[in-house]
């Protein structure tokens, strides 16, 4: 009966501490994104990863080259390309963490998640 109780409050608390670190990497990555750049940046891949679609894109600072990544559901460019592969779209940077970077996907970024990402840049 009390480790049933241990148990039941460890993995609450876990939970609990998850979502708190996730809401803090988000809240994080948008202030740093506040003041940030806007550059160019390339899709270099789209694929179905688990239950959702993810996508990566480069883009270069100061010469020096980033990858970013979301996730999110299914779309094609006009043109039919999967998940627009190889077009380009603006990506806000951190001035100060140039690896901490935001795609906008412009007519698809109501495509993207909008849970929070524990593990993307």
């Not at 009390?2 to 409050?9: A, F, L, N, S």
């Not at 190889?86 to 001035?95: C, D, I, R």
């Amino acid at each position: 009966m009390i480790k049933e109780k241990k148990r039941k409050y460890l993995v609450t608390s876990l939970l609990v501490g998850l979502v708190i670190f996730g809401l803090f990497i988000n809240t994080r990555k948008k202030y740093l994104l506040n003041d940030g750049q806007v550059t160019v940046g390339v899709i270099k891949n789209f694929k179905f990863s688990y239950q959702n679609y993810m996508g990566t894109y480069k883009y270069t600072v100061d010469g020096i080259e980033y990858e970013g990544q979301w996730t999110g559901n299914y779309f094609e460019c006009p043109d039919g390309t999967k998940g627009c592969v190889g077009k380009e779209f603006p990506v806000t940077y951190s001035t100060n963490d140039p690896g901490i970077s935001e795609i906008n996907l412009k007519q698809f970024e109501n495509k993207k998640n909008l849970k929070p990402h524990f593990f993307l840049k």
